[in-house]
Structure formats: structure tokens, C-alpha cells
């Protein structure tokens, strides 16, 4: 199956030149680059977040595999949605799936379901390629989609799962955890609330994390990821986690009264 790109045009351009220009914009190459386990990334319009996933690819030595999860912002069946086989197309060109890790991470769980149809309009995911594209002209994915209702045990099943899969694989493997911070509140709120949840992915506090969030209704869309990333992290050695970049879209659109919060972490 070829997943063609869903928000091409809409969260950034859609023709290869101009989506090339734009991350030139937003990527800098002298930046030293550090072996992670995983990142944390954002995923709104390239306008207003690119300039910290663009850090936060910049910071890091990419591999040739990834496993991206992120939050599906539909109502779909599955609670994990993987996708075992096929491409994900995006202007820079087409992305294989790497399917034995796909299946190396299905058969962990009974709560991963090989489902297409859930990524087929959802963008979290799909945003993140145009990075590693940049700079990377081969590489594969493990696209897994998350839906609204996973649980914080559901969520420490899916990070085992992960973490078990990648240690039986040779080469290495960058997590992805696609995520924005709060929604639509004040730029003073939103930095308040989003470095609670920050602390405690700096702790590596999955479980903390996913509390904070619940108990201060941080409109975080994408914890849920970040707290499975958090558990595979720990489990695949990770003791130390770095805010990269932090902004708001009110730092672009001028409107702080109503923002979006964007954070880019690196765990080692």
C-alpha cells in the first residue's frame, strides 16, 4: 500500500522546492549532532512548530529506522494502529515501512491492530518525514497511531512492546514521539502547563507524566505517545532527557492570547 500524503499543501508546501526552501530555513547543519534514543517533536503547520522539530532533527544522529508514534486526532477503532507494509509518500519522495520490525512490535501486543485506514488522514506522523528526509535519502518507518483513549497501562504495554522489538534488531533505531503542548490558552498559561508536563518527561517519569496531564487538563495532544516513548526509552537504557526548544505559535502569529505550545526533547 502507498500512503500518500494527507496535509501536503496545508501543513507545508506541497511542491518539493518550496518544502525543500522552508526547511532551510528551520534545520541547521553545524549543529552537533548526538546519538538519542528517542525524540520528542511537534507537529502543527511548519510555520509555527518547524523551527523546533528543525532543532530538534538538527540535534541528533539519525539512523536508518524509525518507529513514529503519535496521537490520532479521529475517532478510530484501533487503540494502537500500526501499518506492517508499504510507503508513506510525502513531496521529497517515498518511505518504506521496515515490516519485520513492524511485526517484531505487533506480535508483543494484542492491542496493536494492522490498520491503514487510521492514518490515512491523520497528519502527526506524516509531518515528521519532510525532516529526516532532509537529511536522509534512505531510511525506513514503523508508523503507529494512537488513539484518544489508550490507557497508562495500555500505554506501558505498547512502550515494552517496543523496546522489546528494538533490542532484537542489529541496527539502530530512533524513536519518534509526535506531540504540541497546550491548545488554544494564554501564552503565560500555556508555558506554565506545558513545563509541568516537561519536568516530568525530564524525569522520565512516564506515569508522572501521564498524571500531570490528566490533573492539571493539560490539553497536551500528544502525552499519550510521549508516555509510551518515555517507557521504551527507560527500558532501552535511556537515563537523561533535553529540552532542545521551546515556543509558542504566539512567538510567530504575534496573538498571545490564544496560543499552541511546542516542545522539541531529546532522550539519551
Known amino acids: 500500500m502507498k500512503r500518500k500524503p494527507a496535509v501536503a499543501g496545508y501543513f507545508y508546501p506541497k511542491q518539493e522546492e518550496s518544502l525543500k526552501s522552508l526547511l532551510d530555513r528551520m534545520i541547521d547543519l553545524n549543529r552537533e549532532k548526538k546519538k538519542a534514543i528517542s525524540v520528542i517533536v511537534p507537529h502543527a503547520g511548519f510555520e509555527y ?12 544522529q539519525l539512523p536508518n529506522v524509525y518507529v513514529i508514534l503519535g496521537p490520532n486526532h479521529r475517532h478510530v477503532k484501533s ?22 520490525l513492524a511485526n517484531a512490535i505487533a506480535t508483543r501486543s494484542d492491542l496493536i491492530s494492522d490498520d491503514s485506514d487510521a492514518h490515512e488522514r491523520e497528519h502527526s ?12 535519502d534512505d531510511f525506513s518507518i514503523v508508523p503507529i497511531s494512537i488513539a484518544y483513549q489508550a490507557s497508562y497501562e495500555e500505554l506501558e504495554e505498547l512502550g515494552h512492546a517496543i523496546s522489546e522489538a528494538i533490542q532484537g534488531q542489529k541496527e ?42 490528566s490533573r492539571e487538563n493539560i490539553s497536551m ?48
Open 125 to 136: 506522523l506524516e509531518v515528521q518525514l519532510p525532516f529526516i528526509q532532509y537529511f536522509k
Open 49 to 60: 512548530s518547524g523551527p523546533v522539530a528543525g532543532a530538534v532533527f538538527s540535534s541528533v
Open 172 to 213: 539502530d533505531i530512533l524513536i519518534v514521539a509526535s506531540t504540541d503542548m497546550s491548545h488554544y490558552v494564554d501564552h503565560q498559561e500555556a508555558k506554565i502547563k506545558d513545563f509541568l508536563a516537561i519536568e516530568e518527561i525530564k524525569r522520565l517519569d512516564a506515569q508522572g507524566l501521564y498524571d500531570v496531564v
Open 79 to 100: 487503540r494502537f494502529a500500526i501499518m506492517k507494509e508499504g510507503t508513506w509518500q510525502t513531496p521529497l519522495g517515498e518511505v518504506p515501512i521496515d515490516s519485520g
Open 221 to 268: 495532544c500528544g502525552y499519550q505517545p510521549t508516555t509510551a516513548t518515555i517507557v521504551a526509552s527507560k527500558d532501552l537504557g535511556g537515563t537523561q532527557a533535553e529540552l532542545i526548544k521551546y515556543q509558542t505559535s504566539g512567538e510567530v502569529t504575534k496573538n498571545f492570547h490564544e496560543v499552541v505550545g511546542y516542545a522539541g526533547i531529546r532522550i539519551f
